[in-house]
């Protein structure tokens, strides 16, 4: 029987860790996410990992570089503003090509902004954020139970690309509490081997992590092969759901928690007898252009609905490139839409 | 040690440096300090088991020059990321090599909070009173006075402060288990330095704690001196800034 618990998205994020073999975590308080540090710092131990309160999230970012460069899962969590600092980080991570999951439950900004869901950091998850040319595998939950799902895949995918993963949610998310059926416990010793780690040159030549190659020849050829891997990902790995898509007239894309408002605009709009479907990308890198681009060429608008200025809007907007009007409908500093705002905003579209 | 007939092979390069050319200026301490790190790594016999952790500034090539597994960390950030390392696998035997610039400037925090949770790391902080990789500037550890291509008229204390006192700051904390600092100006200092970077690996080999070994080191381009003359400013007017010997030692 599957087991089933009552949590919030914050703790059941990091139970969904511990299952999927994180044995090192690293962090530094920081609201609406301090639940994942306080669940890891209570539970990690047991599991035979590592807890750490950093002093900032700039050396939590540092100490998961040097857990994951020793062969062992490792995740940081941390709010918009402590993201901010976690990005040199994160840089150096993607140029060493080490996996880490980082959870970002996004909060109002900019500067210090407030401790309210929004989606103000997309541009800063999707877009690299960090100096150089890199991109993070970035997974975006709507429910408790798809974000302890996505935690597993973050993992996985970070470990098979050799590329960090983010978990883009946001303060609603990480503060609600919904039943979840946790994933299975899984044992590190029997993930893949990463014989790229530092476990001591015995037996063997000594292995190096690094981001640094002095000639440009020799970084070229590094961004080229990384680039290979990412060409690989957005190939392979792209993530959506659909909701009463086939006939609609109007479609919404939206994610995270305001994906799941949409679906609630979406079920009133039906009730209605409006043809309105949603369209809600899970994987925000690398992002579901292809079926956007297809349902554009029906329906006579893309109405894209975010907790932000418009910033996933723009790659709604690449991939319909002209083929429909593509309206925006925002919020922003921590105000959530009800679903009756974005039902009006759909009338004046249908 | 090899024999031939007539000759008996009592000095070579340490067992865990690998081949790759140094690529330090002539006379810099630098070169010193890592044989006498591969010397300490091969007393101990702990090759296999080590991870050297690499700074930004000269040294940023270190993870290379050891026959050892090797990371190349963020500026400042080493202590961090060797904190990472060592908690994620506690048979490890972890160093981390840094500078003035990258240990007590922009990786204050990390140096400070990895020796307060005593993290079971050995710290090597070579101390050159300069930023020698960028090209001379300033650093916390400049002297008064001294002038360096950021501070032109010389150091002046009452808008840039005195030199920093890492090897005190850190031994003011309760968890390090061994904190010193040490010269290389001399024969008999180099003797010493030797003795005290293998007693700190020794004391995270029996899993003792932390340990910081600050190395008073020259910089001869950067200061622009000839090595001997920079060996004699250490000896001269460097010590008297940073005193020699061992500061904390609770092994």
Redesign the interface.
Known sequence: MTERQLMTGNEAMAEAAIRAGC??Y?GYPITPQNEILEYMAAHLPAAGG?F?Q???E???I???????????R?MTSSSSPGISLKL??IS?LAG?DLPCVIVNVMRGGPGLGNIAPAQGDYFQATKGGGHGDYRVIVLAPSTVQEAAELVGLAFDLSDRYRVPAMILADGMLGQMMEPVALPPHRDPATLPPKPWA??????RE???????ALDPKDLRELNLRRHERYREIAAREVRWEEVATEDAHVLLVAYGTMGRIAKTVVRRARGEGLKVGLLRPITLWPFPYAPIRELAARVRAVLTVELSAGQMWEDVRLAVEGRCPTPFYGEMGGVVPTPDEVLAEVKRLA | MPKTETMTKVFARPRSL?EKKFTYCPGCHHGLITRILGGAIDKLGI?????V??PVGCA?FA??W?????????HG?AA??????????P??VVISYQGDGDLAAIGT??T??AAN?GEAITVIFVNNQIYGMTGGQMAPTTLDGQATTSSPRGRDPATMGHPLRVAEMIAALQAPMYVTRQALYDAKHIAQATRAVEKALRYQVEKRGYSLVEILANCPTGWKMPPVKANEHIAATVTGVFPLGDLVDRG
């Open positions: 044995r090192t690293f590592a750490v950093a002093e900032s700039v050396a939590a540092n100490m998961c570089y040097g857990a994951s460069a020793a062969g062992v490792t040199e980080g150096y060493a530092l476990t001591g040159a015995k037996g000594p292995n190096y992590v690094a981001s640094f | 690998t090759q296999e088991r080590t991870v952790v690499a940023v993870y290379e050891f026959r050892c597994d090797g990371v190349q960390a963020a950030r961090a990321v060797a904190t990472g390392i060592k908690r994620a696998n048979d490890l925090a990390e400070i909070h949770r």
